[in-house]
């Protein structure tokens, strides 16, 4: 299982768009690139996946280079609500890691007023 | 209703005592899973399950066992706690791929 390397922490202000970057320099061919954030007291919840280039759906955006060696999660125009962790992986979409999934510590991103 | 409960919600109990920790689901997912977690770290693997008769360990998989009782539940056994399995347990639910379902999780005790 390819491992991956994100900043501890992050602090933003509200209205600010907020960029996580993850590393992921043994990703796999078959790796997909996916994203959760997790509340205090609460279970992850998944935000986002990506194989290459640009995903966006109504929560954030991913964007992948073309080594894929990295990928930035984009969240636009945060609010005190997106205070959590937030949480990169690695890992093979059609199951041939067996869907396990490593979470690293994340990223404790802090949105202040 | 959610769909993936757990139960207890919080669980205090004594070193040496057997404790199980449940979990159901309501998604019709063939895949399980335990993890655990605790203060300022990520969630680590503790055993998975693809369907009835599959069962497969973790990372920490030593001093817990499971049961996949039908493709809806599935439980976690600490056959004799201890301090340090003091943790945050939770539960998820997924199908082929990354995208898995988590549970409101367990906060257990163990003094």
């Known amino acids: 299982l390819a491992k991956t390397t994100q900043p501890i922490s992050m602090d933003s202000y509200e209205g600010q768009e907020v960029n996580i970057t993850c590393s992921h320099n043994n990703i796999a061919t078959n790796d997909y690139i996916t994203w959760y954030q997790q509340f205090p007291s609460q279970g992850p919840r998944f935000i986002i996946q990506?194989?290459?280039t640009k995903v966006t759906n109504e929560v954030a955006s991913l964007f992948i280079p073309a080594d894929r060696k990295s990928s930035t999660l984009s969240l636009p125009r945060v609010s005190l609500s997106d205070t959590a962790v937030y949480y990169c992986l690695v890992g093979d979409n059609r199951g041939s890691t067996l869907g396990r999934l490593y979470f690293g510590r994340g990223t404790q991103l802090t949105v202040w007023p | 209703d959610a769909d993936v409960t757990q139960t207890p919600r919080n669980r205090i109990t004594k070193t040496g005592k057997r404790i199980m920790l449940e979990c159901s689901q309501t998604k019709g997912h063939d895949r399980m899973y335990w993890y655990r977690q605790d203060p300022g770290l990520g969630l680590r693997l503790i055993y998975y399950s693809f369907d009835v008769k599959d069962i497969n360990k973790g990372e920490i998989s030593d001093g817990y066992s499971v049961s996949r009782q039908a493709q809806a539940k599935f439980s976690l056994s600490l056959e004799s706690a201890i301090p340090n399995q003091t943790a945050l347990y939770f539960c998820?639910?997924?199908?082929?791929?990354?995208?898995?379902?988590f549970g409101p999780g367990t906060r257990l005790t163990v003094l």
């Open positions: 990506g194989y290459k």
């Open positions: 998820a639910t997924g199908r082929l791929g990354n995208e898995q379902f």
